[in-house]
């Protein structure tokens, strides 16, 4: 069965610190890859995409993802995280038609 | 721009009891889903509306009914709540279904039934 796998259910940081949170995906046939934050009391909003092209994506705040088709991964990292990073995270793959399939969420604390 | 909303934020139901849960988005987007949110899960989609007048059936459709009222609205219905349906239901709509169409969510709304 098709699945998103996420490496980290919760995160602890440091501000400055840096950020990886890893995703891996079952799906042999083409994907496009989200990353969705969701701050808190907030609702889920798009952080970056993968469609084609360049596998380095950067995203708004300073966060990029790397896609590697052969490691069927498509990792989040940041250099250097603020306390207003602190959000949940979700991976998301969408393998065609009407269907997108979400991992389980990071939640990141980052501490001040 | 409200986006996509949600109504209610809030409900605790008793077992057995009905209720509709609202969403409405202004982007003029033609398809609009239900997701429930469960510890440990992400996000799973309950109901899909492709385009106005259309519903289909996602990954865990059963207990639950939706409604497209029209191009601005997908309701969530359920008929007989039941425990294991206490979750955060999250609405979201997309321009279409196109693999690199971007969705946009609601706040959410957190259902306890006890």
């Known amino acids: 069965a098709q699945s998103v796998s996420q490496h980290n259910h919760h995160v602890i940081l440091s501000e400055a610190a840096s950020l990886e949170l890893g995703c891996n995906y079952s799906y042999g046939g083409t994907v496009n890859l989200f990353w969705y934050v969701q701050y808190p009391g907030q609702h889920l909003q798009l952080l970056l995409k993968?469609?084609?092209?360049?596998?380095l994506v950067k995203g708004i705040k300073g966060f990029e993802a790397e896609f590697i088709k052969s490691k069927f991964s498509f990792n989040l990292r940041k250099p250097s995280v603020q306390w207003s990073d602190t959000a949940e995270y979700f991976c998301a793959v969408h393998t065609g038609g009407f269907k997108t399939i979400f991992g389980a969420g990071t939640r990141l604390f980052v501490k001040a | 721009n409200a986006g996509v909303t949600q109504t209610p934020k809030f409900q605790v139901l008793k077992t057995g009891q009905s209720m509709t849960l609202q969403c409405a988005q202004d982007?003029?987007?033609?398809?609009m889903y239900w997701y429930r949110q469960d510890p440990g899960m992400g996000l799973r989609l309950i109901y899909y509306s492709a385009s106005e007048g259309t519903t289909d059936k996602g990954e865990v459709p059963n207990g639950y009914n939706v409604s497209r009222l029209n191009k601005r609205e997908f309701s969530l219905r359920l008929e007989s709540a039941a425990p294991s349906q206490t979750s955060v239901y999250f609405c979201?709509?997309?321009?279409?279904?196109?693999?690199?169409?971007?969705?946009?969510f609601g706040q959410g709304t957190r259902l306890t039934v006890v």
């Open positions: 993968y469609f084609s092209g360049d596998p």
């Open positions: 982007m003029n987007h033609n398809s």
């Open positions: 979201a709509s997309s321009e279409d279904g196109r693999a690199n169409t971007e969705a946009f």
